[in-house]
């Protein structure tokens, strides 16, 4: 049209310009672009040289806010421009009503952005509100159409590679530089540039809770209707790992120590490293990374007959492991029972808590309750509805899987020692990582710190041998069990 209308009248197109972005904001690149070819136009001293002529569809393709219409001063820069569909043209001649009813237009314009883009927030807040992710789904989600709505729902290429960056640092075996490495070679790359993904990225999908169900707008949590990709357990085990990590000393190391990252100092919590000496024999020592520390160095070799010690504690034997074993299959009834009650016992409360916040709601209304204190307790009971259908889930959600599962660990912990024992050095690793979790060493000793259920078994065992201590008489004959004696 501008091309045309361009022919009819004349002139010649010296430059175009335009901007196919959004011109919400100001300082639109090519506005600005042709706002500099028109001021050094304006500079020219021959006016038959210079370009005083600007074509535009109307008002509102050439101004969006007033920033741009001081900037575009037709005074100024001695223009004329022509609204072509508005059939007006505007120049410094132009009468007074004729610039004001076109900042009047500009007024319009502004209007029309503004109300646009409140209803546009008003919008995506109804989304969020109703549980559905307002924008383009992040890494591991992609965006499809249900129901007339734009929602989102697990990518099947790239949702499960999300789901073992989440795995793989759970364990706190990785830094970010393995997970990109180790993301790179399973090939996960971004859906729309084909662009593999670095580290600040990882750590951001790492921080992200949309992954586990939840998702942040406009500075609030909400509970989203989407898909999570991991469960809430495995997230907070990578937020403790993602904290824990950025509270250490972290940096490059050239040796893969087997034991690196396994144990902190006890004097003043700095991780262990280690240190090759004489070419063939490995110390371990305080990183001193908050000042000089006084612990000593520590061979490998012992730091490998103590870890021994430390799986020997919670080592069983065949009896018992026996009965154990038993006694955990006889308890599916009850534990079919447990998770009954106990779905019931969190239906009973969060009926009570929705009790609580209709009658809040009524005070609310009445005006008994002020607007920040019903805020404060209605985002309090959310929470906690929020956590009770969470652990409503999981109750529901219970295979009974336990049963395999615990016989399979109670298996290892009768025969952790052994396999230790037999495995080389990198391999020991793997056994101590089951067992044990943010072990310490001070004073030339291991301080280990079991994982469940082993600390419970290390806390069986100790009593069991405190209570045969106890037993213990000056009788040299065998201690005998009570039973009913053959002569009543």
Wanted: hydrophobic share 35%; charged share 30%.
């Amino acid at each position: 049209m501008l091309r045309d209308y361009a022919v009819k009248q004349g002139f010649t197109i010296i430059e175009e310009f335009t901007d196919v972005e959004t011109a919400k904001r100001a300082g639109r690149p090519r506005f600005n672009a042709m706002v500099s070819f028109l001021q050094k136009q304006a500079k020219l001293k021959s006016q038959s040289d210079a370009c005083s002529v600007v074509l535009v569809e109307k008002t509102d393709r050439l101004y969006r806010n007033f920033k741009d219409l001081v900037t575009l001063d037709v005074d100024e820069l001695d223009l004329n421009i022509h609204l072509v569909k508005e059939g007006e043209v505007l120049s410094r001649d132009s009468k007074s009503h004729q610039k004001f009813i076109h900042g009047i237009k500009v007024l319009m314009a502004k209007n029309y952005i503004d109300n646009l883009s409140e209803e546009t927030k008003k919008g995506m807040l109804e989304k969020a509100q109703q549980g559905i992710y307002p924008s383009s789904g992040p890494l591991g989600y992609m965006n499809v159409e249900c129901n007339g709505r734009r929602v989102i729902q697990p990518d099947p290429e790239r949702a499960p590679l999300v789901s073992k960056l989440f795995e793989w640092y759970s364990t706190g075996s990785h830094s970010l530089t393995d997970l990109t490495r180790m993301i790179k070679a399973e090939g996960l790359v971004y859906r729309k540039s084909g662009d593999r993904i670095g580290k600040s990225v990882i750590h951001t999908i790492l921080s992200n809770p949309i992954y586990y169900g939840e998702f942040i707008w406009d500075g609030k949590l909400y509970h989203g209707s989407h898909e999570p990709l991991i469960s809430r357990e495995l997230w907070d085990q990578v937020q403790r790992v993602l904290t824990g990590k950025s509270n250490g000393c972290s940096h490059y190391q050239k040796h893969d120590w087997p034991f690196q990252g396994l144990l902190t100092c006890g004097q003043c919590g700095c991780v262990l490293t280690a240190e090759l000496k004489k070419g063939k024999y490995i110390y371990y020592h305080c990183t001193g990374g908050h000042g000089n520390c006084h612990e000593k160095y520590v061979r490998e070799e012992e730091l490998v007959r103590q870890f021994g010690d430390a799986l020997r504690a919670v080592q069983i034997d065949e009896r018992v492991l026996a009965w154990l074993v038993a006694a955990l299959k006889s308890s599916f009834t009850d534990e079919k029972v447990f998770h009954q009650q106990a779905i019931t016992r969190l239906q009973t409360e969060s009926a009570r808590i929705q009790q609580r916040i209709d009658i809040m709601y009524e005070d609310r209304l009445d005006g008994r309750v002020t607007v920040e204190m019903f805020e404060r307790k209605h985002h309090e009971y959310d929470e906690r509805l929020k956590e009770i259908e969470r652990e409503v889930q999981k109750h529901r959600n219970a295979n009974y899987t336990y049963i395999e599962e615990g016989a399979m660990l109670l298996d290892i912990a009768s025969r952790a020692v052994d396999i230790y024992d037999l495995q080389p050095i990198h391999e020991k690793r793997k056994i101590i990582q089951v067992v044990l979790s943010n072990s310490t060493y001070s004073v030339g000793r291991l301080h280990p710190v079991y994982r469940k259920p082993f600390s419970m078994l290390l806390q069986a065992q100790r009593e069991h041998q405190n209570t045969r201590a106890a037993s213990v008489s000056s009788d040299p004959n065998e201690i005998w069990y009570p039973r009913q004696d053959s002569n009543l």
